[in-house]
């Protein structure tokens, strides 16, 4: 299937949000984790996630960091802050509206709730 | 593996000439793509196989790039799309449209000037309406600029004709107070109406807000670099003239007038147009005069904390204090503009401090006598409207020190101080409003 690409935008912030809400991570694992959480559907090019975590650092909800793993590179890892949860919380009201009134017209009744993980 | 080694280090290097992607930015990526490849090659690739897929996956550099010059600032991203051959055609019409109204103002304030009739300067009604004989064109300028559509245009040109009834409405006495102080504030709204049209009609974002108060920055060097070249050009013209029995009082009044207008328009169509230009240069200006005003304002807040302000406190010194207070508000709101809002807490923004908490320091000495004078002697409409702008300007520069205190001990992202200024303009707005509107009627005019 194929995602429209304004859609896909549209879900990139909470979605990265959302995955730094699970625990602290770093570009090219987030990423992985889009592919696994969304079976593969949601095709991101990788370099665009780049700049989308800029503009959450710029805003506020993210800190980055410069760390050294176990390997010789070092790597910069991000973590949500408190604006961060707030600002998830609220992008999560909003696709909750959209999937409740999508599914009102649909006759679907709760089907897309469940999709966002809250019957 | 060294060959997979080249490779990265040219895709690198390709990266790395884009202006918008910077060093740790890069690093980042090419972290990314060696992970991408030690997946890949585990996965059963080659080496060489592994690298392509790898870069194909990360997409095109430019558009990153672009991305990235998006995220950084409006302005860069304006530089990357360079402008094509039809942009260039675009180029030329705009400049034919920005004569057109920049003549347009310059005859009309012109006619206005001489119908006011000589000695020049003597009427009031010219004093009161000069603004609002020069900015309609620079607010049209931008509405056919930006081609905004009829309903915007209608709430572009609302505040126009209600100011102009307003100030020609009203029953003023002549040359009382509340006349020049709506004569004074006026410009301030009619800027303010103007930047409806710049922002596009939309108000809300801070983005565009952010670059109005650019543009306001770049507009009025523009402004200040060509009154000085009009004044020399007019001294010297004197100077040839005056000998050959050409009265020096005509050219003044036959030049001053349409250039000053005129050049209103010229100076925004100069920002928009020559925006790299003034790019290099208004951060330099901000770099340089920051400092020196913050040492100034550092002294003077001591001398007065020192000596105390009381005795030394009358009409002409409060005028010269708003005014210092209003140009500090400037120069930190510009240099916040113009900086660079993914940049870490540096030594400009430490001088910003000092420059904002001495001016906090004087404008609470100020306030202090202006609240005594009024209680002592009631309000008049002077009294009134400077307490009012100092107090604006009190809680504007309490949260600009505040939030730049929390940046500088990284406790507060950038993105918060340029909120508060965005957030907190429009209240200079209203406030100037006000003035213009409520305050005379409240003071019957007087």
Request: zero cysteines; hydrophobic letters at 50%.
């Given at each position: 299937m194929n995602i429209d690409k304004d859609l896909v935008a549209a879900s990139a912030t909470p979605l990265v949000l959302a995955i730094l809400a699970e625990s602290e991570s770093y570009g090219y694992a987030?990423?992985?984790r889009v592919r696994e959480i969304s079976d593969g559907e949601l095709?991101?090019?990788?370099?665009?996630?780049?700049?989308?975590?800029?503009?959450?650092?710029?805003?506020?909800?993210?800190?980055?960091?410069?760390?050294?793993p176990s390997e010789e590179r070092r790597r910069r890892y991000y973590a949500i802050t408190d604006e961060g949860h707030a600002a998830l919380a609220e992008h999560k009201r909003q696709w909750m509206t959209v999937a409740k009134a999508l599914g009102d017209a649909w006759g679907g009744g709760d089907l897309l709730p469940v999709a966002f993980g809250r019957a | 593996m060294d060959q997979l080694e080249l490779e990265i280090e040219g895709w690198r290097a390709f990266v790395e000439q884009s202006p918008a992607v910077d060093g740790r930015d890069v690093e980042e990526l090419e972290d990314h793509l060696r992970d991408q490849i030690a997946d890949l090659?585990?996965?059963?690739?080659?080496?060489?196989?592994?690298?392509?897929?790898?870069?194909?996956?990360?997409?095109?550099?430019?558009?990153?790039?672009?991305?990235?010059?998006?995220?950084?600032?409006?302005?860069?991203?304006?530089?990357?799309?360079?402008?094509?051959?039809?942009?260039?055609?675009?180029?030329?019409?705009?400049?034919?449209?920005?004569?057109?109204?920049?003549?347009?103002?310059?005859?009309?304030?012109?006619?206005?000037?001489?119908?006011?009739?000589?000695?020049?300067?003597?009427?009031?009604?010219?004093?009161?309406?000069?603004?609002?004989?020069?900015?309609?064109?620079?607010?049209?300028?931008?509405?056919?600029?930006?081609?905004?559509?009829?309903?915007?245009?209608?709430?572009?040109?609302?505040?126009?004709?209600?100011?102009?009834?307003?100030?020609?409405?009203?029953?003023?006495?002549?040359?009382?107070?509340?006349?020049?102080?709506?004569?004074?504030?006026?410009?301030?709204?009619?800027?303010?109406?103007?930047?409806?049209?710049?922002?596009?009609?939309?108000?809300?974002?801070?983005?565009?807000?952010?670059?109005?108060?650019?543009?306001?920055?770049?507009?009025?060097?523009?402004?200040?670099?060509?009154?000085?070249?009009?004044?020399?050009?007019?001294?010297?013209?004197?100077?040839?003239?005056?000998?050959?029995?050409?009265?020096?009082?005509?050219?003044?009044?036959?030049?001053?007038?349409?250039?000053?207008?005129?050049?209103?328009?010229?100076?925004a169509w100069l920002v928009e147009t020559k925006q790299r230009v003034i790019e290099n240069m208004a951060p330099v200006l901000t770099m340089v005069f920051t400092p020196l005003f913050a040492l100034m304002l550092a002294g003077a807040a001591v001398v007065y904390a020192v000596t105390g302000l009381g005795g030394a406190f009358n009409r002409e010194l409060l005028g010269v204090f708003d005014a210092l207070l209003v140009v500090v508000l400037g120069l930190v709101l510009y240099g916040i503009s113009a900086r660079d809002p993914l940049q870490g807490p540096g030594w400009m923004d430490r001088i910003q401090l000092v420059a904002v908490v001495s001016a906090l320091v004087l404008d609470l000495m100020v306030l202090g006598v202006m609240v005594a004078r009024i209680g002592e002697l009631g309000f008049t409409p002077n009294r009134t409207a400077a307490l009012g702008l100092n107090i604006l300007l009190f809680v504007s520069l309490v949260g600009t020190a505040w939030l730049s205190a929390r940046f500088l001990a990284g406790q507060s992202t950038f993105n918060r101080l340029e909120r508060w200024q965005t957030t907190y303009l429009p209240v200079f707005g209203v406030w100037a409003a006000a003035v213009v509107v409520v305050l005379p009627p409240l003071f019957s005019f007087s």
């Open positions: 987030i990423l992985k095709e991101w090019t990788d370099g665009m996630l780049y700049p989308l975590l800029h503009r959450l650092h710029r805003l506020g909800y993210v800190t980055r960091e410069w760390r050294i | 090659t585990e996965a059963g690739l080659t080496a060489d196989e592994a690298f392509l897929i790898a870069v194909k996956r990360l997409g095109s550099i430019d558009e990153i790039s672009r991305e990235f010059a998006r995220e950084n600032s409006g302005r860069l991203w304006r530089q990357l799309t360079a402008p094509g051959a039809s942009d260039l055609e675009q180029t030329g019409r705009w400049w034919r449209q920005a004569l057109l109204f920049a003549i347009a103002a310059a005859v009309t304030f012109q006619i206005a000037f001489l119908a006011a009739g000589t000695p020049p300067g003597d009427s009031s009604w010219l004093v009161r309406n000069a603004s609002l004989l020069v900015l309609p064109f620079l607010a049209g300028y931008f509405v056919a600029r930006r081609r905004l559509s009829w309903n915007q245009v209608l709430v572009t040109a609302a505040p126009f004709v209600v100011a102009a009834v307003v100030i020609n409405v009203y029953p003023f006495i002549d040359g009382g107070s509340t006349e020049l102080l709506a004569a004074s504030h006026l410009p301030v709204v009619l800027w303010f109406v103007v930047a409806y049209p710049y922002m596009n009609g939309v108000t809300r974002s801070h983005e565009r807000r952010m670059d109005f108060v650019r543009f306001t920055g770049e507009w009025f060097i523009y402004y200040v670099l060509i009154s000085l070249g009009g004044g020399v050009l007019v001294g010297l013209t004197l100077a040839v003239l005056e000998p050959a029995g050409v009265d020096p009082d005509q050219i003044a009044q036959w030049v001053l007038p349409w250039g000053s207008a005129g050049a209103v328009i010229v100076a």
